[in-house]
């Protein structure tokens, strides 16, 4: 079966490729990149190595060699080279240690009204409810308090109950 995507370098690439290899300053994914391209090149001058032989003599999978080889073909060089950009930029909520500090404060005060003690949905919505931050999830108010091993509960049963509400 024939290659889906074939490599034919110009001698600018090929130039450009060896002298990313030849550098000592080149990063770990770029030269093994640029290295599977050289490798990969079925031009005149180039060794047109196999898919399977390429990526284990490099130690990385057929299938990164196959998308290294499509994005060089359908891109071009640098896009095959540098890596894709997020389609998703990251959160930007980030919990610092004042937000770390007040919800632990919380924590520690009195549990509301009809409340034993703390629950962490309850911290999660308060936290909210005084501007601590926009928005917070119950599992990373867990995070934090198992991070600064605080307990919310006094016998480490795990479960938080109403005032008067009997134990199942």
């Given amino acids: 079966m024939p290659p889906r995507y074939r490599i034919t370098l110009t001698e600018q690439e090929r130039k450009d490729l060896e002298a990313l290899t030849r550098c000592g300053k080149t990063g770990a994914k770029k030269f093994i990149h640029a290295r599977a391209l050289l490798l990969c090149d079925a031009g005149p001058d180039g060794p047109a190595w196999t898919v399977a032989a390429t990526a284990e003599a490099l130690g990385v999978t057929s299938r ?29 909520v980030i919990f610092d240690g004042a937000f770390e500090a007040r919800l632990i404060a919380l924590a520690c005060s009195e549990a509301p009204e009809g409340y034993q003690r ?25 995070r934090i308090l198992k991070k600064t091993n ?11 109950r109403r005032k008067g509400a009997q134990p199942l």
């Fill in 64 to 92: 990164t060699i196959e998308h290294l080889k499509k994005r060089f073909v359908e891109e071009g060089l640098e896009a095959a080279l540098e890596r894709k950009p997020r389609d998703k930029p990251p959160r930007d």
């Fill in 118 to 142: 703390w629950t962490v949905r309850l911290l999660a919505d308060k936290a909210v409810e005084l501007n601590f931050a926009s928005s917070v999830s119950h599992m990373t108010v867990q």
């Fill in 150 to 160: 605080l307990s919310l509960t006094s016998a480490n049963t795990g479960k938080s």
